[in-house]
């Protein structure tokens, strides 16, 4: 920002928060600057907060010496810029130390949390009370912040999918320091804002669902009570022309069983072998990836059809056994080796295996593991089985997860994650691009499908690469340009940006932009907040006068 006094900044907010908690541009880089993605960015400093309260204050000094802030919640938005905001020259606002469950409803089955609250922390905390809970959990495993991804409308196959949508009220402070409460909770009906999402007048609180008009620092989310009966289901499609009819098949029996299917997901060959075999690197072709009569080959060895599909179950036994039974007569002649397991069955089959001699029993420990871990997961408990797949082409393999965090162990990850309707038709041209495209770019193809509900399907590609490598990086990022182009150009779009993505759209949405401008300029005239964030154009370097929607700017 022109004019910013990045200097009398950090001297003002040591003075407020402490010289621990303030660090400069160096340190916070050193803290902060690691990125799956291969961003690089100049960070003017961090600020690491530990009372709501401490926020007018600190936006109080940005606005006097015009250094913009970037908030974060715990930092690890892998595949998405993990926490570098989207300019230069921000102080990173860092919220992981407001970590409280403020409140939870144990009949009706709501809990109020700071943004810096974990999946594992949640977890724990239901599982010290004995609180019958899901967790919403997500693949980011348990470090994963509960309100930042709820903000940025995470998904996940628990029967509450859609995060953002369990959200029934939050809190934020604006650009110059007073605080939002959502309608009820000021009005005093606090008990009714925890349950309602509505409230009354005008519907608000989605204003701070990917945006940057102020910053969160708790909200209320729904949780879905723990059922008697949680299982998995696994089935197989057997060749890619199956794909378009199993969609189809997917879309009625989402319809049919609602409520008790959370989602079914259709993950490629390739996607299942990032989880299950280490990368043959050694056997890579001239073009970069793999050859796919090698795939053809690892998938035989470790039992890996061409498309694997997964579907969620919650309900009564009864429910579940009449849900069974639904699937098995929906998938019949589309899918092969229809299998159910839960947590106690996985176990079992654990025990067993033991026993198995020789390399069948090699082979099966690993997949019995990685199968108890997802009935874990779908028992709405949060573990890190899903990050495997960030390692997968890291030069040092699995051996690299030292810390949990891929990017600081050094993985190239960028999620590419369009939406496209519940179509066979769209599910097959989706995967057509994904396999024509990232091979170009030495990218091997992964693609999952999820349905989470009758109308629309999630598609994330993990584009996975070595991050040493500069060449690879650029590969990489221009993999992802071109499949968002190719994407668009189809009507697919992302549902959620990375930090250097937003300027992708800046075209597409020039018409949007005096829009934004008018609400930019109302909540944060200076630009203090994430700027650039989900703001087009992308790169304006501050919202400009206030120009009112119909009427002609007055000029000097």
Known sequence: MAGADIQAALHAWRSLL???????????????????????RRLAGALRITAAGQLPAVLATARRHGVPLYPISTGRNWGYGTALPPRDDCAIVDLSRLNRILHIDATLGTVTVEPGVTQGQLAEFLAARGHPFLVPVTGAGPWGSLVGNALERGYGLTPFTDHFGAVTELEAVLADGTPFRSVLREAGAEALARVSRWGLGPAVNGLFSQSAFGIVTRATLRLARRPPCCQIGLFQLPDDARLGPAIERVRELLAHLSGIVGGINLMNRHRVLAMTAPYPAAQVGPDGV??????????????????TGFVTLYGTRRTVAAARAELRAGLRGIAHRLLFFSGPGVQRLQAVARWVPGRAGQRLQPMLQTLRSATELVAGRPNRTALRLAYWRHPAGSAAERSGDPARDGCGLIWYAPKLPLLGAEAEAAAALVRATTPRHGIEPLITFTAADTHTLDCTVPLLFARHDAAAVAAAQACYQSLFEQGRQRGYLPYRLGSDQFGLLDAALAGRAEWLHTLRRAFDPQDLIAPGRYAWPADRPDPGPLRRPGRAATRA
């Open 18 to 40: 402490g010289p621990e908690a303030v660090l400069d541009g160096p340190a916070a880089w050193a803290a902060y600057g690691e990125d799956t993605n291969g961003i690089r």
């Open 290 to 307: 793999l050859p796919a009569a090698l795939i053809a080959a690892l998938g035989r060895e470790h039992h890996v059809p061409p498309w």
